[in-house]
């Protein structure tokens, strides 16, 4: 059964840092997603990664993915306020699997 | 500009009533997806849809039942609900697989 995992669940973060969130999955795939979503708001698509080696850039966040891993990244660059939201993942095997999320608070 | 719209936006059931929560899209996508969202977790996926006329379980369609008549309509029918349902149910759509999902707003549904 395929199972995603988020780390770190919840991350504060000071304005002007950069930072990491990881994504785990367990089977094989090459299809992963990156989702944001605000408080009480629906989810908004921000990439697709869809092979080994993916690199996928918007604004001041980039998100790659190792297949052979199975493991995806999504990197903060020089936070703002303003990027605060719930991060999720989600691989597509059989069915989609997302993860439990990253909660990302950006303080001043 | 509609994408995907769902209706209700709220809902409160008591146990055992049954109730059917729409979905319906415009953007002529051939897959759809129901997810519910317990608080503060990720999306559970309850049931989803290559096309008109096929469905398939996700990871968590008991007490749930989907059907799928046309492209655009894909309504979630709970049947007696339970408490353990209370949940934000979310729709989504996409052309093929390969491409990001677009999604509802959702519905937040209490049942007491």
């Known amino acids: 059964e395929l199972k995603v995992e988020q780390n770190p669940l919840f991350l504060s973060m000071q304005e002007g840092k950069n930072y990491t969130i990881y994504c785990n999955y367990s089977t094989t795939s090459d299809r992963l997603y990156w989702y944001r979503q605000d408080p009480g708001k629906s989810l908004e698509s921000l990439f697709v990664l869809l092979s080994n080696g993916a690199v996928k850039q918007e604004g001041r966040l980039m998100a790659s993915l190792d297949t052979k891993a199975r493991l995806s990244t999504l990197h903060i660059t020089a936070a703002v306020h303003d990027l605060s939201a719930t991060y999720f993942c989600?691989?597509?095997?059989?069915?989609?699997?997302f993860g439990a999320g990253t909660r990302l608070t950006v303080k001043p | 500009n509609a994408g995907v719209t769902q209706t209700p936006k709220f809902r409160i059931l008591k146990i055992g009533q049954s109730m059917t929560l729409q979905c319906t899209q415009d953007?002529?996508?051939?897959?759809m997806y129901w997810y519910r969202q317990d608080p503060g977790m990720g999306l559970k996926l309850i049931y989803y849809?290559?096309?008109?006329?096929?469905?398939d379980k996700g990871e968590v369609p008991n007490g749930y039942n989907v059907s799928r008549s046309t492209t655009e309509d894909f309504p979630l029918r709970l049947e007696l609900a339970a408490p353990s349902q209370t949940s934000v149910y979310f729709c989504?759509?996409?052309?093929?697989?390969?491409?990001?999902?677009?999604f509802g707003d959702g519905t937040r549904l209490s049942i007491l």
């Open positions: 953007m002529n996508h051939n897959y």
């Open positions: 989600a691989v597509d095997s059989s069915d989609m699997r």
């Open positions: 989504a759509s996409s052309y093929v697989k390969n491409q990001p999902q677009h």
């Open positions: 849809s290559v096309g008109a006329g096929i469905t």
